[in-house]
């Protein structure tokens, strides 16, 4: 369960998040450049079904709507999944998706990093952690309100060609 009703709500809707984008589009780091995710749950089964559409949700509003080239390696069990590209504007994606065993169906990591030119931003998506690292300094800034969030619905193209790129070892081309 993932997405608007997942396990602990979108994490494209966190403060830190929504912040961290506040900090992208009025360039206090500069023009992003890339974009890393990683997302580690408890539970079992397939890590790109259970967490992808959440990935695929915080990506697509980092980068804003975009085509990437894709590709893509899992373990064999599908427990954990990594994915790398480059959006068309030339931003570096990355994401790391982890299922490990245990009770329950929550995060137990959910960070992002956001770089750009001239610095970046890193998110705890679950507590209260956003750090901007710019050539004046580190700085810890307060949460702003949640903007308007991408479907996790319209991630199923994505993650598609992710699962098509692990299966194949080829790079794919999306479109989030």
């Not at 809707?13 to 890393?36: C, D, K, N, S, Y």
């Not at 064999?76 to 590209?85: E, Q, R, V, W």
């Not at 705890?124 to 969030?149: C, I, K, N, S």
């Amino acid at each position: 369960m993932t997405g608007k009703t997942g396990m602990m709500g979108t994490l494209a809707t966190r403060p830190g998040f929504t912040r961290a984008l506040a900090a992208v589009r009025g360039a206090e780091i500069g023009l992003l450049r890339a974009v890393a995710l990683d997302l580690v749950a408890t539970g079992e089964g397939d890590a790109l079904q259970r967490l992808g559409p959440d990935a695929i949700e915080v990506l697509r509003e980092a980068t804003g709507p975009t085509s990437v080239e894709i590709q893509a390696h899992a373990t064999p069990d599908g427990g954990a999944m990594t994915f790398l590209g480059r959006a068309t504007r030339g931003i570096a994606v990355s994401a790391h998706l982890s299922i490990v065993a245990g009770e329950g169906r929550e995060y137990l990591r959910a960070a992002i990093r956001l770089v750009g030119t001239h610095g970046s931003v890193l998110v705890d998506l679950l507590g209260p952690a956003l750090e901007v690292r710019t050539a004046a300094g580190t700085t810890q800034v307060g949460y702003g309100m949640p903007g308007t969030q991408a479907r996790a619905s319209e991630a199923i193209d994505t993650l598609t060609a992710v699962a098509e790129s692990s299966r194949t070892g080829a790079i794919t081309v999306t479109t989030w």
